[in-house]
């Protein structure tokens, strides 16, 4: 029992740190083009990237989690 609090406390990180990112990227992001309008396609690209990585780390890390469920 132990072994599976453990791994949902895990699940619960791999979950929250993504959202951390996606907030704090977002925010960043929003604030450069309110002070920069025309940069937009730079900052667009930037942030999709950034958040593409933090996706792909989320979905890693939960798949590895999965995996560790399985008796």
């Not at 989320?58 to 995996?67: K, T």
């Amino acid at each position: 029992m132990g072994r599976n609090i453990a791994l949902i406390i895990i699940f619960a990180f791999c979950i929250l740190g993504p959202c951390a990112v996606f907030a704090a990227g977002i925010y960043a992001s929003i604030n450069a083009l309110g002070r920069n309008p025309s940069a937009a396609p730079k900052i667009f690209t930037a942030m999709v990237i950034g958040l593409v990585f933090a996706q792909t780390l989320a979905i890693i890390a939960m798949l590895i989690v999965f995996q560790l469920f399985v008796p």
